[in-house]
């Protein structure tokens, strides 16, 4: 079996990040990291602090779902503090910082879902949530919630089977967590470094959307649109084609693709 297990030593120890995980919180069981993460951040937790649990017994999912947490995954919350504008890129920083880690670790191909999944062969790997507190046009910290399906075994979990898959069960072995964890705090930071510095990750992250193109049913809210997802716009909302031939720009939802 490979090494798997999670600690505040084995990810930082000569972790090449200048901030992204130098503190980082391991807990074996918690109920969401993004909650502790929120205490912390409110305590004034530095930038590039880091909570980690190896289960969540009440993980959460975008729009008020529940997310599935179980030993064997990644659970992780990074707490960063970006200037107002870095916000809404954060969405496009994260996908892209697990699609290169994945592919890294593993040799897999991953791609991205509208706004924030990582899938692979059409399959979820990877739920991103994005949590943030604002006041006065300041941002006082940014949450980025990340969670991937490593070893998870789906077989255990059919209610999920239908729509996701895990790096296990698309490689047929186990996939040492911390590896992947290193090397996405370092890619998160490498980001971070990059977006704050003034260099779009739009153009990449557009490139890599399995969506644009496609026949889609988008939920937001109570409101369910259906047309061909025409491209995204650079503050990353969806421009959606509808059938009358107008276009609609959706700020966040959920995508169905239709083909
Ligand atoms: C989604 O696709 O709905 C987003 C899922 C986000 C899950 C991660 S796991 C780590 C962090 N803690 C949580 O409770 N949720 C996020």
């Known amino acids: 079996m490979t090494e798997n297990n999670l600690s505040e030593t084995l990810i930082a120890n000569d972790l090449k990040t200048r901030f992204v995980g130098q503190r980082t919180i391991y807990y074996p069981s918690l109920t969401s990291t993004m909650e502790t993460a929120r205490q912390e951040a409110q305590q004034g937790a530095e930038e590039g602090t880091v909570i980690i649990a190896d289960e969540q017994t009440a993980g959460r999912g975008r729009l008020k779902r529940v997310w599935l947490s179980p030993m064997g995954n990644i659970a992780l919350s990074v707490i960063l503090r970006p200037s107002i504008a870095c916000l809404p890129p954060l969405i496009m920083l994260s996908s892209l910082a697990v699609m290169h880690s994945i592919k890294a670790i593993t040799g897999l191909k991953p791609q991205l879902k509208w706004p924030n999944d990582v899938l692979i062969r059409g399959k979820k790997v990877c739920g991103i949530l994005i949590e943030s507190q604002v006041q006065a046009s300041k941002v006082d910290y940014a949450i980025i919630g990340i969670g991937i399906n490593v070893n998870l075994r789906l077989a255990d979990f059919p209610e999920?089977?239908?729509?996701?898959?895990s790096l296990f069960h698309e490689l047929g072995k186990e996939v040492a967590r911390v590896t992947l964890v290193r090397h996405l705090l370092v890619e998160i930071e490498r980001l971070y470094l990059a977006l704050s510095a003034g260099e779009s990750l739009y153009e990449e992250w557009q490139g890599n959307l399995v969506t644009l193109g496609k026949r889609v049913r988008v939920k937001s809210g109570e409101t369910v649109h259906e047309g061909i997802a025409?491209?995204?716009?650079?503050?990353?909302?969806?421009?959606?084609?509808r059938p009358d031939g107008s276009l609609t720009t959706i700020l966040t939802g959920d995508v169905t693709l239709r083909d």
């Open 160 to 165: 999920i089977l239908p729509i996701s898959t």
């Open 230 to 241: 025409e491209s995204v716009a650079r503050d990353g909302s969806l421009l959606l084609r």
